[in-house]
């Protein structure tokens, strides 16, 4: 199955601004772990962009994922680009 690769940016105030939505976007992101979908994601240190590899049927699957997600819909995630990435070694 392709894997995909996640690159996107967070809002400004990114740690006061999340709160709301942390729970609802951590429980959202474990569905997707368990499911195998979802191999790894995460925040830069400097809390700019964020990070993430999936491993899905097709890029839509993946847009679907990330635009249902709380971070998304509230601003917290301010822009994102997907990519289909070829695992290397």
């Known amino acids: 199955m392709p894997k ?11 740690l006061e601004k999340r709160a709301p939505y942390r729970q609802a ?3 959202g ?9 979802l191999i790894t994601i995460g925040p830069t240190k400097d ?9 899905a049927p097709d890029e839509a699957t993946v847009r679907q994922l990330i635009e249902a997600d ?10 994102y680009e997907v990519r289909e990435w070829i695992q290397g070694i």
Not at 4 to 13: A, I, Q
Request: glycine share 10%; aromatic share 20%.
């Open 47 to 55: 809390l700019t962009k964020v990070f993430g590899i999936y491993e």
């Open 25 to 27: 976007h951590l429980d």
């Open 70 to 79: 709380p971070y998304w819909q509230n601003g917290i995630w301010t822009e």
């Open 4 to 14: 995909y690769v996640l690159w996107g940016s967070y809002c400004e105030d990114v």
């Open 29 to 37: 992101l474990a569905v997707q772990k368990q499911s195998g979908v």
